[in-house]
């Protein structure tokens, strides 16, 4: 596990003449030659520290590490992906060479970590994860969730008093460890021995500790290795009592070659710093980027239901593992860089986070972004981090903690430093400040206590995600319908969206919610307009809308989201609104106004008293406004209307069902996916197990083959499988839960993909759609 870097430091891999203008007499540009992961500056900001590659030079050689670095979102992604290409072989070997002396002492100790899993090759590591996946998976890890709630709990009692906590040494490092102990079934002694302990595995495998420090750390390290071998004699002499490791004997005696000596060995070490370190150092860093961003702190103070989606933009932001490694088993191209087989590559996750071709806006932490759970900072495909649903509800419990106990805190005046390596990552110390005074359990006891349901093990859903909305301004623009201002909370700014999205108005504690498209201009970032139809007859959400929408209320909103987007690359667009179907139309009109598309627009009504925003409409659009209105005898003749099919121009439409029928049926002459419809309900029922059938689904990234169940989702059954999918609407409406499918017929039940989309049977939602046959095959 020991081998020497395969080039030395400050050689060159390239095969060519000297090149004596450059650093190191080769073509390494002059920002690689000074790359440095041991240097305060990465420490401190590993994706600030590589924006020059990410933007530049994004696939570089360190001829200081002897490493090729990458650093981009795709390309790190399809690493990942592969794992015969890209061998795990190199994750926990050691960055820096050891010298003589302490490669003696390691020897002294019999020191032998070997292949666990994270560093374990095919054909020999899926069987040994799929054999020891049990234990991780969500119906599994929720018993361990009330030890971490009594912990939390327990630690927070004894600072709560003093002001002033560094929650680092005083929480965060004990209480991961404590579960992460418990979870692998190791007994809770020697604490302190075992952080020393794993800091200096850490430092061991990806610091750069100086020779005379290298001793010190060999004699720590081989101490670690003994120490694993006794607890785990100790568990096979009562390998019935609980525990991953535990599990892991059992498993031993059914798959005597899957499940090896060396591996248990080597994972009792690696075991209790994967789960503990990686855990400790999140939180940490969490906490000190939300404390950072004290509106983000306030408004998961207020609403803990942002606090599953801050948990995972914390990690994209500020994970704690910031570069992983792999080994190029043959010759292969990253990024457009010829990579010779044999060479090492740090791939900077990290990065890949700040990617802007991932992330919008990617420096920016925004507590509601949706796709925050894309990071790599768990990894991807069949070596991902088998603890992340750990880690996610470990961290979801402190943050509960703290918000709801320690709402006032702030951070302390202090320098932050970290123990220098390429990967693990968090402050050493996190000193935050309060006023004892005013800590609400004083007033209120039953806060201590408080008694929050358990969390959702997983990745978040997008279903929590509210923000806050305040009605500023209410006018009636047509019988029964009143346009509304919408602004936030906070007075800040709103975020931004495009023609077509809606926003989804939560009716207060009722559990109904009413979707709106926003019809104002996407350039204001100051308010969200909509227009609702109050239905005073109507009961349920209709009815709440029409008793709480005044002047000052507050409500709360997600989104906005767009599942109705304008192809802005169209040549023409005819645009039709049938009634209050006029807010998102309204929207695209003005756009392609904007963007100088050619577009007509329709309007259809009964009466017009009835039709919103007439106007304002005229207005802006003059003759390419063609209104409809019923009792005037103008009925839009759509046979008419769509007489001649023109290829290149698109229809876009929303109002009743009848209306959107009748374009369908009479545009079936019109190019493939002409017309597109907004569609507020779902056509998928809840699901009849005794009309389905199960079916089979091979997910290629993961290496896995996992059962639909007839009385299952797809999208049910990847979370039970610990598969990490985005989810909103759960009713094939919004898009949010799509998966790439490589083979295998699809069963299409949503309302989002087009005819040819489907057709073409390249993706499906997973919360609603299904295989035809016994089997489909998944880029998951
Ligand atoms: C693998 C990160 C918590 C157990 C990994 C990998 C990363 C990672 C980057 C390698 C992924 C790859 O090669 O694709 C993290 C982070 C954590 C965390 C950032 C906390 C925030 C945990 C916990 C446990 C755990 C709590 C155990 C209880 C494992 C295991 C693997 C792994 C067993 C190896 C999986 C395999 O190779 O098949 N983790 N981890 N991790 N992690 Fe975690
Ligand atoms: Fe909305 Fe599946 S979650 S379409």
Redo the contacts with the bound molecule.
Sequence with gaps: ADAPASAAKGGCPFAHAPAPSAPNGCPVSHAAAAFDPFSDGYQQDPPDYVRWAREQEPVFYSPLLGYWVVTRYEDIKAI?RDNLTFS?SI?LEKITPTGPEANAVLASYGFALNR?????DEPA?MPR?RA?MEP?TPEHLQHHEPLVRRLAREYVDRFIDDGRADLVDQMLWEV?LTV?LH??GVPEEDMDTLRQYSIAHTVNTWGRPKPEEQVAVAHAVGNFWQYAGQVLDKMRANPDAPG?MQYGIRMQKALPEVVTDSYLHS?MMA?IV???E??A??TANAMKLLLQHPSAWREICEDPGLIPNAVEEC?RHN???AA?RRLATQDVTIGGVAIPAGSKLLIV?SSANHDERHFADADLFDIRRDNASDHL????????????N???M??QVFLEEFTRRLPHMGLAEQAFSYVPNTSFRGPEHLWVEWDPAANPERRDPAVRDGARSPVRIGEPTGHALTRPVVVERAEPVAEGVVRLWLVAADGGALPRWSPGAHIDVECGDTGLSRQYSLCGDPADARAFEIAVLLESQSRGGSAWMHAHTHVGARLRIRGPRNHFRLDEGAQALVLVAGGIGITPISAMARRAKALGIPYVLHYCGQRRATMAMVDELHALHGERLHLHVGDEGRRLDLPELLRVPQPGTQIYACGPTRLLDALASNSTHWPQDSLRVEHFTATVGPLDPSREHGFEAELKDSGLTIQVRADQTLLQALRAANIDVQSDCEEGLCGSCEVAVIDGEVDHRDRVLTRAEREQNRKMMSCCSRACGQRIVLQL
């Design positions: 990942f795990p994750a666990t899993l994270v560093n374990e590591h994860r020891l991780f991961p992460a979870f692998l991953w994972m075991g994967a789960a503990h990686t855990t150092n999140a990690l994970g704690s593992v992983w996750t900072t768990f990894g991807y495909g069949s070596h991902q981090c088998m603890g992340k750990l880690a996610r470990e961290m």
